[in-house]
């Protein structure tokens, strides 16, 4: 299954008509700036990340329908879990446990950067004292 980045800009339009959400509302409703909005999701450039599909989910869109335009643009479940989803292959997945663990993965690369960094500039500065 491939997600195409225009076709999911399409359907967040589409989300934000069917809502009678203005633009700059689905921005504010994203914690972003409209330009923001246009620049990264709008215009193809960008999929959104765990943190603004979760957003997306609480407003009710399907998450499913939003990036691969299977079902219904709302969400199904009236209860606030997230369904799941069965690829073409017949693999199960739970979009909020799984968007939970993309969440995770993308705080521990985070701070696995922040220490690469910082070990870095520590190898260097000895580096720089030895060369003295």
Known sequence: MSISREDVAARIRQ?????KLKLKDLAALLNMTPSALNAGYLTGRSIPGPEILIKFHNMG???VWLLTGEGKPDREDKH?????????????????????????????????????????????????????
């Open 15 to 19: 989300f934000a008509e069917n809502k």
């Open 61 to 63: 869109c399907s998450i």
């Open 80 to 132: 606030g879990s997230i369904t799941f989803y069965q690829d073409e292959h017949g693999n199960k997945f739970n979009f909020k446990s799984t968007l939970e663990e993309l969440a995770d993965l993308k705080a521990e690369n985070a701070a696995f950067r922040s220490a690469l960094s910082a070990e870095m500039v520590d190898m260097i500065l000895k580096k720089a004292k030895k060369g003295k």
